[in-house]
C-alpha cells in the first residue's frame, strides 16, 4: 500500500476515538460494491472488484467532519456508504478509497408528534424507521421494495421512490431540513421548516448526488398519521394503452392512490401466474388513509373501478393484490440466478403521458432483438397527472460470464438510447451511479453537465467524493 494513504489512515486512526477505522480483511472484503447487477456478473471472472483502503465508521458529525478535513488534505478518495442496496454501481469505492460507512449513525434523533417531524441519522434502516413511526401511530410513507436493506441517507443520495409513492410523494417531498458535511469538513446546515423562499433550495442539491457533493449526516422529514383503512381491486384489462388511460384519468382527475401499478401480460403471468395462466394486462388499485376518510377512499376506489370497466376490464377482486402485498419487499439474490444461467435486471425510466406508449414498444422490441435474451417486460408503478415510470425488466439467458456481460450491457444500451429517443428521463429512482453515466451528458445536454460539474469544483475542488460516479 502506498506511503500518501499510510500516512492518511495513521492521521485518521490519530483524530478518531479507537474502533473507528477499521482494516480488517472481511470488513474490506464486504466494502466492495454496492448490489449492482453488472458488478455481480464482473465478480464471478476476472475482473471483481478490489477492496478499499479502509473503512471508518463515525459516530457523530463532528467525527465526519474530522474525517472530511483529513482526507481533502491528503486527497483520499471517500465513498460514502449506507447499507449498500444501490443497484447502480454508485458505490464502487477501489483500492485506494476510504470507505465512510454511517451504520453507525442510525439513531431515530427526535420526532416532533405535533409538527409530524422526525430527525434521523443518515445510518437508519429503512424498515427500523418505519416500525418505530408505527409504534407511535406514524408514518413516513416511503416503502422502497429495499426497505429491509436500504438506509436513509441512501434514500436521500439516490433521490429514491417508495411503492406508494403516488400518494405520499417520493424522497425529495419529504425532506423539510438537511445537514451536509462538505469535502474539508465545513457543515452545512438547512433547517426544517415547512417551506421557505431563501433562494434556490440547497437540500436539493444534494439529493440525488450519489456522494458526490457532501456527506449527509442529519435528516429531517415530514411524517403522516399511520393509515388504519385500506381499500383496493385487482383488475385484468383488455391492454396495456387500456390500463395506461386508467391510470391517467385517475390522476388528471384528481385521485391519489397509494398504488397504481400497471403490468404487461408477460410480468402478470410470471409474478401471478394462479389468476393468469395466459398473458393479459393487470392493474392493482389501492387507497389508504385514516378512517375518518372512509368515505373519500370509497369514493376513489368506486372512481377506479368504473374506469377499468369502461376500459373492458374484468374485476378480480382482492386476492392478486394480497399477494403483491404479502411478497412486496423480497429481494432476489444475482448470485442464484447467475449460476442458473439468468442475467436479470430492471430499468426504471420515466415518460410524460404523449411519450409513454411509444417508449414501452420502442424498449421492449429493442431489448427483445438482443440475441440471447429471453423477455423483455414492463410495468408502471409511480403516477403523476403528466405521465407515470416504466420499470422494464430484462430476462436473458447465458452461463458464460462474459456473454452474461454481453447481454447485460446490451440491454442497459438498447434501452438507454430508445428512452433518449423518445425524449423520456434515462432514470426515475435508482440514479445514475456507473452503469447510466454515459448518457447522463445527453439527458442534461452540454450546458447542464457544465453546471453539474462546476457545483462539484465549488463543492468538492479537489474531487474526493465519490470519484467516478455520476459525472
Ligand atoms: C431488491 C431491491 C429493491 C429496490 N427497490 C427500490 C425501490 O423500490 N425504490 C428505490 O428508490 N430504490 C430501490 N432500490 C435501490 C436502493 O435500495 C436504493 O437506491 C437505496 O436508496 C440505496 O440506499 P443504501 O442505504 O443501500 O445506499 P448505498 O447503496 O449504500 O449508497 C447509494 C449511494 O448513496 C451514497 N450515500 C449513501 N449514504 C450517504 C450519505 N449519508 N451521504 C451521502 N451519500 C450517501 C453512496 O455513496 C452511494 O453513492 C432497490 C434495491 C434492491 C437491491
Redo the contacts with the bound molecule.
Keep these: 500500500m502506498a506511503n500518501t494513504i499510510l500516512n492518511t489512515i495513521a492521521a485518521l486512526e490519530e483524530a478518531l476515538p479507537a474502533g473507528r477505522v477499521v482494516r480488517d480483511e472481511e470488513t474490506l472484503r464486504s466494502r466492495r460494491h454496492?448490489?449492482w447487477g453488472l458488478q455481480a456478473v464482473l465478480d464471478r471472472g476476472p475482473s471483481a472488484a478490489p477492496s478499499p483502503a479502509v473503512v471508518v465508521r463515525p459516530q457523530s458529525t463532528d467525527e465526519v467532519a474530522s474525517v472530511m478535513r483529513i482526507a481533502d488534505q491528503h486527497r483520499m478518495p471517500v465513498?460514502?456508504?449506507?447499507?449498500?442496496?444501490?443497484?447502480c454501481g454508485?458505490?464502487l469505492p477501489g483500492s485506494e478509497a476510504l470507505v465512510l460507512d454511517?451504520g453507525q449513525m442510525d439513531r431515530l434523533l427526535d420526532v416532533d408528534e405535533k409538527s409530524l417531524i422526525a430527525s434521523v441519522q443518515?445510518g437508519l434502516r429503512g424498515s427500523t424507521f418505519e416500525a418505530d413511526l408505527n409504534a407511535r401511530g406514524l408514518t413516513l410513507g416511503h416503502f422502497?421494495?429495499?426497505i429491509g436493506?436500504?438506509?436513509l441517507?441512501?434514500?436521500l443520495?439516490?433521490r429514491?421512490?417508495?411503492?406508494f409513492s403516488t400518494r405520499y410523494g417520493n424522497i425529495e417531498n419529504m425532506v423539510l431540513g438537511l445537514e451536509v458535511v462538505l469535502a474539508g469538513g465545513r457543515v452545512l446546515r438547512c433547517g426544517a421548516t415547512p417551506r421557505s423562499s431563501t433562494g434556490p433550495d440547497l437540500k436539493q442539491l444534494f439529493i440525488g448526488s450519489?456522494?458526490t457533493l457532501?456527506?449527509?449526516t442529519k435528516i429531517d422529514l415530514a411524517l403522516w398519521p399511520r393509515p388504519d383503512c385500506q381499500q383496493g381491486f385487482a383488475m385484468r384489462l383488455p391492454s396495456w394503452e387500456a390500463g395506461l388511460e386508467v391510470t391517467r384519468e385517475l390522476l388528471q382527475g384528481g385521485y391519489r392512490p397509494a398504488v397504481l401499478r400497471l403490468y404487461d401480460g408477460i410480468e402478470a403471468q410470471r409474478n401471478f401466474a394462479e389468476w393468469f395462466p395466459e398473458p393479459a394486462h393487470l392493474l392493482l388499485v389501492l387507497s389508504e388513509g385514516q378512517e375518518s376518510m372512509r368515505h373519500g377512499l370509497e369514493l376513489e376506489v368506486e372512481a377506479a373501478l368504473t374506469a377499468c370497466l369502461a376500459q373492458g376490464g374484468t374485476q378480480l377482486g382482492r386476492e392478486p393484490l394480497d399477494h403483491w402485498l404479502g411478497r412486496r419487499n423480497h429481494?432476489?439474490s444475482w448470485d442464484d440466478l447467475l449460476a442458473a444461467g439468468l442475467v436479470v435486471d430492471t430499468i426504471e425510466v420515466s415518460a410524460t403521458w404523449r411519450n409513454v406508449a411509444p417508449l414501452y414498444e420502442r424498449v421492449t422490441t429493442a431489448m427483445a432483438a438482443i440475441p440471447g435474451i429471453l423477455q423483455a417486460s414492463g410495468h408502471t408503478s409511480h403516477a403523476y397527472t403528466s405521465g407515470v415510470n416504466i420499470y422494464f425488466t430484462f430476462v436473458g439467458q447465458a452461463t458464460d460470464p462474459l456473454e452474461q456481460e454481453r447481454i447485460y450491457r446490451a440491454a442497459w444500451a438498447a434501452t438507454m438510447e430508445a428512452t433518449l429517443g423518445c425524449g423520456a428521463s434515462i432514470a426515475h429512482?435508482?440514479?445514475i451511479g456507473r452503469v447510466r453515466r454515459e448518457w447522463l451528458p445527453r439527458e442534461l445536454g452540454d450546458t447542464g453537465i457544465e453546471t453539474l460539474r462546476a457545483v462539484k469544483a465549488a463543492l468538492d475542488p479537489n474531487g474526493i467524493l465519490?470519484p467516478g460516479?455520476l459525472i
Design positions: 454496492d448490489y465513498v460514502p456508504f449506507g447499507l449498500g442496496s444501490g443497484v454508485a458505490f454511517l443518515p422502497p421494495q429495499s436493506v436500504s438506509s441517507g441512501g434514500w443520495a439516490t429514491a421512490s417508495g411503492q450519489e456522494g457532501g456527506v449527509i429481494v432476489p429512482h435508482h440514479g465519490n460516479c
